[in-house]
């Protein structure tokens, strides 16, 4: 196990966490100004290109892959992998708060829990009334499949009362915990939550929104024509996130949620229009498998 901070990586979730790298960027930059992250991302390229003696033009997702095959061989033992995931973590992390500073995120907004939901493994997840929140996840909760879960920073996969309630209307069998959200939250434009973005959860629960949550075919019975492509982030506004915890402690149903940063008095860039939604199934080369 390879310790960062209060977060744990398997061999496993530090390849996954490398080969992805890119695309974590690339969702962060989603609908915000690409220049207040770009000097992160080359920051954090041209480390990993030099740890690979690899040729420094190379974009961020190639040389990830490529280090996420240098593991085992002389040089890239657990502390020089630890070294890495640090380096990630804080090139990332500054990225977002650079994005908050400059006010591309998205203003403060309250909701609600609307309910809780874990299992043991596979879906639906069950209801809770309280659940527990620690660095890697919830307490008793559990995934069948720990290729595409299980990262820390899918510690948590969230989703909305509202996209729920909508897609019932449509005639979809879904509901809360179907689709395997633990926290499922109303009240907050689900459109800005968004990876930078951060959620006060209770009282001390705090979570910063890292990825987009890819849909897969356990969610097709879920919905009536079984297009479980639906959810994709890409198809409109109905997909899951994974967030980080920040800080740990317990939430109830009916707990408050605060959409952060609630210290910025910025003027908050207006938010581009969300994709169309579109009746084709999304292209297999946007589901990137590793962000289940």
């Known amino acids: 196990m390879i310790e960062v901070g209060n977060y744990r990586y398997t061999n496993q979730d530090a390849r996954s966490t490398l080969i992805h790298a890119g695309d974590l960027f690339d969702l962060l930059e989603r609908g915000n100004d690409a220049t207040t992250i770009d000097s992160q991302r080359a920051g954090f390229t041209a480390a990993l290109a030099a740890r690979l003696d690899a040729a420094p033009e190379l974009e961020l997702g190639e040389i990830g892959r490529l280090a996420a095959k240098s593991f085992g061989l002389p040089g890239w033992g657990p502390d020089t992998v630890r070294t890495v995931l640090v380096e990630f973590h804080s090139c990332w992390e500054a990225a977002a708060a650079a994005l908050r500073a400059g006010g591309e995120l998205p203003t403060t907004a309250t909701g609600t829990v609307a309910r809780l939901n874990t299992s043991t493994g596979g879906l639906p997840k069950l209801p809770r009334q309280i659940?527990?929140?620690?660095?890697?996840?919830?307490?008793?909760?559990?995934?069948?499949?720990?290729?595409?879960?299980?990262?820390?920073?899918?510690?948590?996969?969230?989703?909305?009362?509202?996209?729920?309630?909508?897609?019932?209307?449509?005639?979809?069998?879904?509901?809360?915990?179907?689709?395997?959200?633990?926290?499922?939250?109303?009240?907050?434009?689900?459109?800005?939550?968004?990876?930078?973005?951060?959620?006060?959860?209770?009282?001390?629960?705090?979570?910063?929104?890292?990825?987009?949550?890819?849909?897969?075919?356990?969610?097709?019975?879920?919905?009536?024509?079984?297009?479980?492509?639906?959810?994709?982030?890409?198809?409109?506004?109905?997909?899951?996130?994974?967030?980080?915890?920040?800080?740990?402690?317990?939430?109830?149903?009916?707990?408050?949620?605060?959409?952060?940063?609630?210290?910025?008095?910025?003027?908050?860039?207006?938010?581009?229009?969300?994709?169309?939604?579109?009746?084709?199934?999304v292209p297999a080369d946007l589901a990137a498998p590793g962000l289940h």
């Open 131 to 281: 659940i527990d929140v620690t660095y890697v996840g919830i307490r008793g909760d559990s995934q069948d499949n720990r290729q595409h879960h299980g990262r820390p920073w899918q510690a948590l996969c969230l989703w909305n009362s509202e996209g729920i309630d909508e897609l019932r209307t449509d005639g979809h069998p879904i509901f809360a915990g179907a689709a395997g959200e633990n926290i499922t939250i109303s009240g907050i434009d689900w459109a800005d939550v968004r990876p930078g973005a951060r959620l006060s959860i209770g009282d001390n629960v705090l979570a910063e929104i890292w990825a987009y949550t890819l849909p897969c075919k356990q969610q097709a019975g879920w919905l009536a024509d079984g297009d479980f492509m639906r959810l994709h982030h890409d198809r409109g506004n109905f997909s899951r996130v994974y967030a980080r915890v920040l800080q740990t402690g317990r939430i109830n149903v009916g707990d408050t949620v605060i959409l952060e940063p609630s210290a910025s008095t910025k003027t908050r860039r207006p938010r581009p229009p969300a994709p169309p939604i579109v009746s084709s199934p």
